[in-house]
């Protein structure tokens, strides 16, 4: 069974960066749809950035242009680069795996059944 692990969060000011690393465990990730969300006190879980197998992406309006996603198959890894950080960007941060999914259906969490267990990133102002 697949097992993901995510690692990288930490805190940091506004503007600066991280880099969020997913590694899976137990099976190939190269078929699943991999998807990064995230979930703030008070509020539903919501999807951040997404790949597919083909490597085809989707990302949420509020990070398009400041985030990206990537995946080493090789590596059996997923990777979140998120930079120009925001306050509001402050959330527990995790990864999911869904078998054979499409980009488009990559920011829905019903959609998922594979979960890792988070890291938190903090932003200060």
């Known amino acids: 069974k697949l097992q993901l692990m995510e690692s990288g969060g930490g805190s940091v000011q506004a503007g600066g960066s991280l880099r969020l690393s997913c590694v899976a465990s137990?099976?190939?990730?190269?078929?699943?749809?991999m998807g990064w969300f995230r979930q703030a006190p008070g509020n539903e879980r919501e999807g951040v950035a997404g790949?597919?197998?083909?490597?085809?992406?989707i990302y949420a309006p509020s990070v398009k242009g400041r985030f990206i996603i990537s995946r080493d198959n090789a590596k059996n890894t997923l990777y979140l680069d998120m930079n120009s950080l925001k306050p509001n960007d402050t959330a527990m941060y995790y990864c999911a795996a869904q078998w054979e999914g499409e980009w488009w259906s990559a920011l829905r969490p019903e959609t998922f059944r594979l979960w890792g267990q988070g890291t938190q990133v903090t932003v200060s102002s």
């Open positions: 790949i597919d197998s083909t490597g085809d992406t």
């Open positions: 137990g099976y190939t990730i190269r078929r699943y749809c």
